[in-house]
């Protein structure tokens, strides 16, 4: 299971974002909580081919590529942060981070002259 502000992934679904339920395929959902449930952490796509799909070491196919434009797809505007591309290597799903204000600090609070 995964939660934050906007996200929620529950193992077996529902999939909700800002309250909305997601409809995802059997695959779809399957590779959102492998990459959910190793949060933070590179993914190879042969693991996730072969935890996924079934594929063996070595199957060329663009299907994990699909699945995951679509996810994006449907994560909407949080597709690319929640789910990033590790070129040549895998997919990393990072939690979601509210950015935070900028604090701007005044070189006089420190004893500095202009």
């Not at 990033?84 to 799903?93: A, L």
């Amino acid at each position: 299971m995964y939660r934050d502000e906007h996200l929620l992934i529950e193992n077996t679904g529902p999939v909700e974002l800002d309250s909305r339920r997601l409809i995802l395929t059997r695959k779809e959902l399957e590779l959102l909580t492998m990459l959910a449930s190793n949060a933070g952490e590179i993914v190879p796509r042969n693991i996730l081919l072969r935890t996924v799909w079934g594929y063996c070491e070595g199957t060329r196919t663009r299907t994990l590529d699909v699945h995951i434009r679509r996810l994006r797809r449907k994560l909407g505007a949080f597709g690319d942060t929640y789910i990033q591309t590790v070129f040549g290597v895998g997919y990393r799903f990072e939690r979601f981070r509210a950015a935070r204000p900028l604090v701007r600090y005044s070189l006089s609070a420190y004893g500095a002259t202009a």
